[in-house]
């Protein structure tokens, strides 16, 4: 059973409000990423981080940043919320194995954004 | 890099196996084949990979063709837990998955 966390697991919100989208794993990996998809269409990778202080653009470009102070912690935070950010936000974790592979990635439940 | 195509759509009955294909004709020797499955209002989670042989795990096996062009995921007894959308990904090593439209899976009772 795959530790990671996702909150809030739904968040309606003004335009122009800034919100965090929070994420933890307890696995102690070194990879996270951070995922979007819009309803019945494919994931896209928007951030991702190697460990604590990496982090990185995904596939595609998105309004969001992201923090990696701590390796269980990796939040997402949109300045202004736009409708345009409405969403699913999906946070995975993996671990560094040796020979220099990744693992299997392990994602959280999700959090579904509206922006009103 | 290398892309895979799997039906859109695919339906199966209650304690019968399901065979979900993917077509991957342009892999490279360093791609893994990886499947992962993403059941409603759920984060996607992993179900097997491989490289160049068949695998078995307790969620499905993996069968590989011989030029690797192809593989088929093998529910063996299929649950109505298993509708979802599954997805068949080509990953080198170290690198990130890229995920596709998928499959989408319906079982009937």
């Known amino acids: 059973e795959a530790d990671i966390y996702q909150t809030p697991r739904y968040l309606v919100i003004g335009t122009g409000k800034k919100i965090t989208l929070e994420c933890s794993q307890t696995m102690g990996h070194d990879k996270m990423y951070w995922y979007q998809q819009d309803p019945g269409m494919e994931l896209h990778l928007i951030h991702y981080?190697?460990?604590?202080?990496?982090?990185e653009k995904g596939d595609l470009s998105s309004e969001s940043t992201v923090s990696r102070i701590r390796t269980e912690h990796f939040p997402l935070t949109l300045e202004s919320a736009r409708p345009s950010h409405t969403s699913q936000y999906l946070c995975?974790?993996?671990?560094?194995?040796?020979?220099?592979?990744?693992?299997?990635?392990?994602f959280g439940p999700g959090t579904r954004l509206t922006v009103l | 890099d290398a892309k895979t195509t799997q039906p859109n759509s695919m339906e199966s009955n209650e304690e019968e196996p399901v065979h979900l294909p993917c077509n991957h004709s342009t892999i490279s020797g360093t791609d893994y084949i990886h499947w992962y499955r993403q059941l409603p209002s759920q984060g996607p989670e992993y179900v097997i990979h491989?490289?160049?042989s068949n695998v078995n795990n307790r969620m499905a096996s993996l069968a590989i063709a011989e030029d690797r062009k192809s593989s088929t995921l093998i529910l063996h007894r299929a649950t109505l837990r298993d509708a979802a959308v599954y997805y068949c990904?080509?990953?080198?090593?170290?690198?990130?998955?890229?995920f596709g439209q998928g499959t989408r899976l319906t079982i009937n009772p």
């Open positions: 981080s190697y460990g604590v202080n990496s982090t």
């Open positions: 491989g490289l160049t």
């Open positions: 990904i080509l990953r080198k090593i170290a690198q990130k998955l890229v």
């Open positions: 995975a974790s993996s671990e560094l194995i040796s020979g220099g592979s990744y693992n299997e990635q392990f």
